[in-house]
């Protein structure tokens, strides 16, 4: 794929950041943008998530099918920087957000990219899963791109959505998760940048919150009190990890064999490296032979399903070698050594009670006797 061709020149960056200002940060205050965190989002925005997708995630999906003529449906596009990428690959691409600045500034982004072939749509929440099924369920869909949103959404948003999606697939189309926090790790990266954060209920997630180190998110849990209900529609909406557990019960039993991509390939390890967090968590599937898709052991969950028959033998790469491997190689030297004395114990035990044994024993004891050593 000839990525180079499309990068963006410094002249529509400046373009791009014009119109970012003026639809999605238009209520920001203008002091954010002298901040550290702002001026990354803002780079961000402008350019970095773009070049992310165009780099990394454009040439995964495009191992899995050949992207030309397709039809491709964002969920929660943002600013349409993840849109715009594949726009310059795909027939047609549909994105939708709940945001209204957002969707003004995708819609700005593609005009100054020139790309007619990208379609925005502002939907509430409520209506996001029936306007795509009244828009798209008749054509089936090649690709569904959720990228960076199921963290977003509540259970059962994200639940319809994954089981929507997987129904408006056409065979042989695609599911692609890209950049989703791991609810199974250890540390919050994406929302708190708390340890065990995750794994905390939305309650006391809110009430945690203000142990945060993240400004925005500790403040907007810190002014007042919230009921259960709210706490956790508003901990959604900040990010909430997905794990299998997600995918399990909205596409079923043998989730795990649609799986085409884990986010092994080296478009994905290239951006996400292999973490010890990671590696503590394949260790732990390893050592309690907990059988469930190395895929899900990521950080961040970078996975392509496929719809149809399963049963294709897709041969998904490895996970790089576990820097735990010492510990993991000795674990397997120590239960066999322990395998090998159980069973000479074994063997001591029967010739200790063997009467040939006791026939000796019986015969050496006047010796013993005579020199001290019984």
């Known amino acids: 794929m000839d990525i180079e061709a499309f990068q963006v020149d410094v002249a529509r960056q400046a373009l791009i950041r014009d119109a970012l200002l003026a639809t999605y940060y238009r209520n920001y205050d203008g002091g954010f943008f002298e ?7 803002m780079e961000a925005n402008v350019n970095g998530r773009y070049l992310k997708s165009l780099s990394h995630i454009v040439p995964w999906v495009a191992r899995q099918m050949d992207l030309a003529g397709t039809t491709i449906v964002e969920i929660g596009c943002g ?3 993840s849109t715009a990428a594949f726009a310059h690959f795909a027939g047609k691409i549909y994105g939708y957000d709940i945001d209204g600045r957002s969707i003004d500034a995708a819609r700005k982004r593609a005009a ?3 790309q007619d072939n990208a379609e925005f749509f502002l939907v509430t ?9 009244r828009t798209h369920a008749a054509e089936k869909v090649d690709i569904f791109l959720l990228f960076a949103v199921l963290e977003h959404m509540t259970i059962e948003e994200r639940h319809g959505a994954l089981e929507a999606c997987w129904e408006m697939l056409r065979d042989g189309g695609l599911l692609v998760i890209c950049e989703t926090p791991n609810l199974l790790q250890y540390f919050d990266f994406h929302t708190s940048v708390l340890p065990f954060f995750h794994m905390l209920p939305s309650d006391l997630c809110a009430r945690y919150a203000v142990k945060s180190s993240r400004a925005g998110f500790n403040q907007d849990f810190s002014s007042t009190a919230l009921r259960p209900a709210e706490a956790g529609l508003k901990m959604s909406r900040w990010g909430r990890g997905v794990s ?10 043998e989730y795990a064999a649609h799986i085409v991509a884990n986010g092994y390939e080296e478009e994905i390890l290239s951006w996400f490296s292999d973490s010890v967090e990671e590696q503590v968590l394949r260790y732990y599937l390893w050592a309690k032979e907990i059988d469930i898709p190395v895929g899900f052991a990521r ?3 970078h996975l392509i399903f496929r719809k149809g028959p399963v049963g294709g033998g897709v041969c998904l790469p490895e996970p790089p070698p576990l820097v735990l491997g010492n510990v993991v190689e000795l674990q397997q030297r120590l239960a066999v050594c322990e395998a090998r004395l159980q069973e000479t114990d074994r063997h001591v035990q029967q010739l200790v009670q063997s009467k040939r044994w006791k026939l000796g024993s019986l015969m ?10 019984d």
């Open 35 to 41: 901040t550290e965190a702002g001026r990354l989002d």
């Open 79 to 81: 600013p349409g920087s």
């Open 112 to 114: 100054i990219l020139g």
């Open 125 to 133: 929440p409520e209506d996001l899963l029936p306007a795509i099924v």
């Open 244 to 253: 299998y557990h997600d995918f399990e019960l909205a596409i079923g039993d």
């Open 299 to 301: 950080v961040a969950l």
């Open 364 to 373: 050496a004891w006047p010796y013993r006797l005579l020199t001290g050593k």
